[in-house]
């Protein structure tokens, strides 16, 4: 009797598992399909988290880039903004720029006027 698988071996016919290759055509094909999923799932979650991390300097490159005004802008850059255009007079001017350097703590600086 094992002589007779033997011969098949040597012939190149039959398989221990009963199938060519070792795996059910379907089984590998989901394995398969599984481990490229896997691979496509890990890359785009690493793209993500780079894309991520990298963003607060990517930003502000761009708005400088494509001329977008700073999303942050600190209130007292608006006020001199808005006194530049004449949208204001000096004497609100000054009023409200003295009530931004005094909205601010005394331990910090306040900003360059």
């Not at 691979?39 to 894309?51: C, E, F, K």
């Given at each position: 009797m094992f002589d007779g698988d033997r011969d098949m071996w040597a012939r190149g016919h039959g398989h221990p598992w009963g199938h060519p290759g070792g795996f059910d055509p379907g089984t590998g094909m989901l394995l398969s399909t599984l481990n490229n999923l896997l691979?496509?799932?890990?890359?785009?979650?690493?793209?993500?988290?780079?894309?991520r991390w990298l963003m607060p300097y990517i930003m502000p490159m761009l708005a400088d880039l494509f001329g977008m005004a700073p999303a942050d802008i600190p209130p007292l850059e608006i006020l001199r903004q808005r006194y530049a255009a004449g949208e204001i007079n000096a004497v609100t001017f000054e009023q409200m720029r003295e009530r931004l350097e005094a909205s601010y703590p005394h331990s910090e600086p306040p900003p360059p006027s």
């Open positions: 691979w496509i799932a890990l890359i785009i979650g690493l793209a993500l988290v780079l894309l």
